[in-house]
T-cell receptor, first 107, second 113 residues
Framework: AQSVSQHNHHVILSEAASLELGCNYSYGGTVNLFWYVQYPGQHLQLLLKYFSGDPLVKGIKGFEAEFIKSKFSFNLRKPSVQWSDTAEYFCAVRERFGAGTRLTVKP | DSGVTQTPKHLITATGQRVTLRCSPRSGDLSVYWYQQSLDQGLQFLIQYYNGEERAKGNILERFSAQQFPDLHSELNLSSLELGDSALYFC????????????FGSGTRLTVV
C-alpha cells in the first residue's frame, strides 16, 4: 500500500537548535517528493520539492531535504531554527501526505 | 493570496444535510485536488480532477462527490452529513500532474452540529 510516514508528531526546540524531521514513504515507481509548511491559521505552502537530479534540495527559509533512495526517506533539515519556524510540517509523495509534524520553537 | 480561491470560508450545518464547497484553481492550473484535514486523521487526500476528468481517488466516502467544470472550477458535494465530517476542507491546484507541487487554498471550515 502507498503510504507516507512522519516519525515525530510534535517536536519542541529552542531557538538556534538544529532541526531534522523524518519522512519515509512506501511507493513504487517514480516519486515526486515534497515538504509543505502550514503556519498557524494559514494554508499549506510549498517548502521544497524533489523529482530528479541532486538528492540534496534546498528550499525557502533556509530549509533543505535529502532524498535517500535506498532508505525510502526524504528528511527535512534546518541548521538553526527560529521562533517564526513554529508551524506544522507535512511530507508528501505526489498527492499523498504524511500525518504532519508540529514544530514548536521556544524563544 | 495563493491564487486558489475557496468558498465559503466557514460553514455550519446540521446532521443529515448536504453542502457544496467551491474551489477556483490558480490561473493556468488544470488539476484540482481535494483534501480533508481533521485533528485525528491528518490531511487526507479525497480526489483529483484534471481538465474535467477524474484522475485519482483517495479516501473519499460514497456520501461525497466532486466534479470539475469546463471553466476548471471544482465543487465538492458532501451529503448526509455526520458529526465526524466536521473538518477543514482544502482545495489545491497544479499545472498538470503536480510534479512541481501544489498550490493550496485557505480552506473551508465545515462544522456539523
Amino acid at each position: 500500500a502507498q503510504s507516507v510516514s512522519q516519525h515525530n508528531h510534535h517536536v519542541i526546540l529552542s531557538e538556534a537548535a538544529s532541526l531534522e524531521l523524518g519522512c519515509n514513504y512506501s511507493y513504487g515507481g517514480t516519486v515526486n517528493l515534497f515538504w509543505y509548511v502550514q503556519y498557524p491559521g494559514q494554508h499549506l505552502q510549498l517548502l521544497l520539492k524533489y523529482f530528479s537530479g541532486d538528492p540534496l534540495v534546498k528550499g525557502i527559509k533556509g530549509f533543505e531535504a535529502e532524498f535517500i533512495k535506498s532508505k525510502f526517506s526524504f528528511n527535512l533539515r534546518k541548521p538553526s531554527v527560529q521562533w517564526s519556524d513554529t508551524a506544522e510540517y507535512f511530507c508528501a509523495v505526489r498527492e499523498r501526505f504524511g500525518a504532519g509534524t508540529r514544530l514548536t520553537v521556544k524563544p | 493570496d495563493s491564487g486558489v480561491t475557496q468558498t465559503p470560508k466557514h460553514l455550519i450545518t446540521a446532521t443529515g444535510q448536504r453542502v457544496t464547497l467551491r474551489c477556483s484553481p490558480r490561473s493556468g492550473d488544470l488539476s484540482v485536488y481535494w483534501y480533508q484535514q481533521s485533528l485525528d486523521q491528518g490531511l487526507q487526500f479525497l480526489i483529483q480532477y484534471y481538465n474535467g476528468e477524474e484522475r485519482a481517488k483517495g479516501n473519499i466516502l460514497e456520501r461525497f462527490s466532486a466534479q470539475q467544470f469546463p471553466d476548471l472550477h471544482s465543487e465538492l458535494n458532501l451529503s448526509s452529513l455526520e458529526l465526524g465530517d466536521s473538518a477543514l476542507y482544502f482545495c489545491a491546484s497544479s499545472v498538470v500532474g503536480g510534479s512541481y507541487g501544489y498550490t493550496f487554498g485557505s480552506g473551508t471550515r465545515l462544522t456539523v452540529v
